[in-house]
């Protein structure tokens, strides 16, 4: 994906997208450790730095993974993550700091992210888990066009699902 791709203005704010880097690591972690963000995950813990560190290595050399830095007005405000979940299937996750949240964009950022997935991953469907309680998040999946699936989902989750066109 070519770095700076247009999602959308909403209101005169411009998203775009771009891959993440090793440049990165220092922004991801301090986002994954953001109590917002520890509050949301299905662990609920903090990441130390080594481990941090190994896992974006491996997760950016692997080429069945799609990791996406959003820029809003320039600024980083978020990540959307693709990866493997079945044969042609690939599982998303996405959050958006909270600044930058609760402004529509996040459904456009998903819907632009999962047409580069379709596209890079070759994945035919993309697979979400979202918290039951999470309503905002339920609603933003529903506007990128996902639909309830009959997937199994992790307990407290419900599964969505957007095909390839
Ligand atoms: C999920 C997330 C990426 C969505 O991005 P966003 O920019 O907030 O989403 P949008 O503004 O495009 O859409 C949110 C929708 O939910 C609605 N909404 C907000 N709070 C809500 C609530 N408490 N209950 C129901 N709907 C709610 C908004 O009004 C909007 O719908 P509308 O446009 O029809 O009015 C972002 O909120 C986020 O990062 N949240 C924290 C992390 C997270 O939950 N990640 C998802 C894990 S699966």
């Given at each position: 994906m070519d770095e700076g791709t247009l999602t959308r203005e909403v209101e005169g704010t411009t998203a775009t997208m771009r891959r993440a880097s090793v440049s990165d690591a220092e922004l991801l972690h301090q986002w994954r450790n953001d109590p917002a963000i520890v509050s949301l995950s299905t662990s609920q813990r903090l990441v130390g730095w080594e481990e941090h560190r190994t896992w974006l290595e491996r997760t950016l050399a692997d080429p069945q993974v799609l990791l996406l830095i959003v820029l809003v007005d320039g600024q980083p405000a978020g990540q959307v993550r693709f990866q493997p979940e079945a044969e042609s299937s690939s599982n998303v996750s996405i959050y958006l700091m909270p600044p930058f949240?609760?402004?529509?964009?996040g459904s456009l950022v998903l819907r632009s992210a999962c047409r580069l997935a379709f596209e890079?991953?070759?994945?035919r469907r993309i697979v979400a888990f979202i918290r039951s309680d999470n309503a905002r998040s339920l609603r933003a999946f529903v506007k990128a066009g996902f639909r309830r699936a009959k997937h199994s989902a992790p307990p407290a989750h419900d599964a969505f699902e957007l095909e390839r066109e």
């Amino acid at each position: 994906m070519d770095e700076g791709t247009l999602t959308r203005e909403v209101e005169g704010t411009t998203a775009t997208m771009r891959r993440a880097s090793v440049s990165d690591a220092e922004l991801l972690h301090q986002w994954r450790n953001d109590p917002a963000i520890v509050s949301l995950s299905t662990s609920q813990r903090l990441v130390g730095w080594e481990e941090h560190r190994t896992w974006l290595e491996r997760t950016l050399a692997d080429p069945q993974v799609l990791l996406l830095i959003v820029l809003v007005d320039g600024q980083p405000a978020g990540q959307v993550r693709f990866q493997p979940e079945a044969e042609s299937s690939s599982n998303v996750s996405i959050y958006l700091m909270p600044p930058f949240a609760d402004r529509g964009l996040g459904s456009l950022v998903l819907r632009s992210a999962c047409r580069l997935a379709f596209e890079q991953l070759g994945s035919r469907r993309i697979v979400a888990f979202i918290r039951s309680d999470n309503a905002r998040s339920l609603r933003a999946f529903v506007k990128a066009g996902f639909r309830r699936a009959k997937h199994s989902a992790p307990p407290a989750h419900d599964a969505f699902e957007l095909e390839r066109e």
